[in-house]
């Protein structure tokens, strides 16, 4: 598959594994159980997602600007970066515990046809 789709489905995926692990550190602290584990896997797994993101920007610019894609779709790609950083920016408020739990339905992308056809559609692929 095209480097902007793995790339995009990886992001994804580590979007989904934070999900988890800050339901499952807030299970822990209702409990009263030690967190410190689960918490720095979160760090590491949010600073990963924030790369993704970054590498996802660049290869969508380098896209558009070389011509390899048409800027209707560059705009098209670019809506689904922008539900990733939002994403992203519910994620870190949920860990601080600032928002309400991640909701894992909506995070559920690279197993949700949907929104992996989206990318595979864009990406050249067969939806």
């Given at each position: ?43 590491t ?29 560059g ?53």
């Amino acid at each position: 598959p095209p480097p902007l789709f793995s790339t995009y489905d990886s992001t994804c995926q580590i979007a989904q594994e934070i999900a988890e692990k800050i339901q499952q550190r807030n299970q822990y602290e209702r409990r009263g159980e030690k967190t410190s584990k689960l918490t720095v896997t979160i760090r590491t797994l949010l600073q990963n997602l924030k790369e993704k993101i970054a590498l996802l920007k660049d290869l969508l610019l380098r896209a558009v600007s070389t011509h390899q894609i048409t800027q209707l779709e560059g705009d098209r790609r670019q809506n689904l970066l922008d539900d990733l950083v939002t994403r992203e920016r519910l994620l870190l408020a949920s860990f601080k515990n600032e928002g309400a739990e991640p909701d894992l339905i909506s995070l559920t992308i690279p197993g949700s046809t949907p929104a992996q056809a989206q990318w595979v559609g864009w990406a050249g692929c067969l939806i």
